[in-house]
C-alpha cells in the first residue's frame, strides 16, 4: 500500500458501507450473516454466546469505527445506559442534564432513592452551571440536543472541564448520530447510543451501544454485559448494521426536510414558537396549550402519532401526554422526527392540521 492510501483514512460516510464485513475471500458472503448460537465448539476464541456473537461484533466494528473507540452493544439503549450508570461508585454523585431522556433519568433517581449516588440536575445549555456542578462528582451526563427541548451542550468546554475535575463524561448521542457529532473526539470519555432510533433506522429493532475510547471503560462495560446479560439477539445485531449502511444518505434527506419544515413552520397559524437546533432530524413546535396540540396530532395522516423517532417515517407526539415528561417542557409541545418523504408532503400535512 502505498504512503498516500494508508493516510487517507476512509471517511465516515464511507465506513458506515465498509466497516464490519467480512474479509474479501471469492465466493463468500461479504456482509457477515447472521449466526444463530448459544454454544461454540471449545477450544476457539467463542465458546458461549452471552460472550460473544460474530453478528454483534460486524456491527460493533462499524459503530466503534465511527465513533472512535471500542464498542459494546447491548439488548437496548437503556442497557447501555443501565451498564455505564453502574461505573458510579457507590456515594458517588451524577450531574446530568435536567432535559436528558425521561428513562435515563428516571434510573438516576432509582440510584439516588436507593443511596446509592446522588443526582445533580443542571442546565446542559448553561456550561457555568455544569461546571459549577462538577467538584466532587463521579460522573457527567450530557444529552446533546436534549430531548425534547432541544437544548445544546458545549461537549469540547464540558468534556475538559470534566477530564480536569476527574470526573467521567459522557454523551448519550442518540439524536446527532456519529456522522453529525463525534463526542469522542472532543474529549468525551464514553458515548451512548439508543440504536434503535437513527442508526438501525427503520422502527423495526430495539438495540443499544456504548463506546469508549479507553480500554479499562471497554473492558468493565463488557464485564457488565456478560455478568448482567443484557445481550442483544443476533438477528437485531443483523438488523441494526444493516440499518446503518443507509445511514448518511437517510440522514441527508431528514435533515434536508427537517431544515426546510422549520422554515415552513415558523410562520404557521397557531405556531407560538419552532425549535430547531440547527442539525440532525428532530423538531419541536410549541403550541398555544395541549388542546391545541392533541388536535394536531389527531388530524394529521401522512405524520404517525407516535413516541420513539430516528425512523425513516415522519412520526410526531405532543411530549407531556406523559406523566413523566420534565414539568419545564410546555404543555403545547410536539416533537417531530422527520422522515425521509417528500417535504411537501411533509408540510402539507402538518399545515392543513394546523389549519
Ligand atoms: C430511546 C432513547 C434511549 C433509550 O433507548 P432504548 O433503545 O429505547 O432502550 C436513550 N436515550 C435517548 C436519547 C433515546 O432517545
Aim: aromatic share 4%.
Amino acid at each position: 500500500m502505498s504512503d498516500a492510501r494508508r493516510s487517507a483514512l476512509p471517511r465516515p460516510e464511507t465506513i458506515v458501507v465498509s466497516a464490519g464485513r467480512p474479509p474479501h475471500v471469492p465466493g463468500a458472503p461479504f456482509n457477515e450473516p447472521v449466526t444463530f448460537a448459544s454454544a461454540f465448539v471449545a477450544g476457539g476464541e467463542l465458546e458461549y454466546a452471552r460472550y460473544g456473537n460474530p453478528s454483534w461484533t460486524a456491527l460493533e466494528e462499524a459503530l466503534g469505527a465511527l465513533e472512535g473507540g471500542e464498542c459494546v452493544s447491548f439488548a437496548s439503549g437503556m442497557a447501555a445506559v443501565s451498564a455505564v450508570i453502574h461505573l458510579v461508585p457507590v456515594g458517588g454523585a451524577v450531574v446530568v442534564a435536567r432535559h436528558s431522556y425521561q428513562h435515563t433519568l428516571a434510573l438516576l433517581d432509582d440510584g439516588a432513592r436507593s443511596g446509592r449516588f446522588e443526582v445533580r440536575r443542571v442546565d446542559i445549555a448553561d456550561a457555568d452551571a455544569v461546571e459549577a456542578a462538577l467538584p466532587g462528582a463521579a460522573m457527567v451526563w450530557l444529552e446533546s440536543p436534549t430531548n425534547p427541548a432541544l437544548e445544546l451542550a458545549d461537549i469540547p468546554r464540558l468534556a475538559a472541564a470534566a477530564r480536569a475535575a476527574g470526573v467521567l463524561s459522557v454523551v448519550d448521542n442518540t439524536f446527532a448520530s456519529p456522522l453529525l457529532q463525534r463526542p469522542l473526539e472532543h474529549g468525551a470519555d464514553l458515548v451512548v447510543h439508543s440504536a434503535t432510533k437513527l442508526i438501525a433506522g427503520h422502527s423495526d429493532v430495539v438495540l443499544g451501544a456504548v463506546v469508549t475510547g479507553r480500554d479499562d471503560l471497554a473492558e468493565r462495560i463488557r464485564h457488565h454485559r456478560g455478568l448482567h446479560g443484557a445481550i442483544p439477539g443476533p438477528m437485531e445485531a443483523f438488523l441494526t448494521l444493516r440499518g446503518l449502511r443507509t445511514l448518511s444518505v437517510r440522514l441527508e434527506r431528514a435533515e434536508a426536510n427537517a431544515r426546510e419544515l422549520a422554515r415552513r413552520l415558523a410562520d404557521a397559524p397557531g405556531v407560538v414558537e419552532v425549535r430547531d437546533p440547527g442539525f440532525g432530524t428532530v423538531l419541536a413546535m410549541v403550541l398555544a396549550d395541549a388542546a391545541a396540540a392533541d388536535r394536531v396530532v389527531d388530524r394529521v395522516r401522512l405524520w404517525v402519532s407516535a413516541t420513539s423517532l430516528g425512523g425513516v417515517e415522519s412520526t410526531l407526539e405532543r411530549r407531556r401526554r406523559w406523566a413523566t415528561e420534565a414539568p419545564t417542557i410546555p404543555e403545547g409541545l410536539i416533537r417531530m422526527s422527520v422522515g425521509i418523504e417528500h417535504v411537501d408532503d411533509l408540510a402539507d400535512d402538518l399545515l392543513a392540521a394546523l389549519g
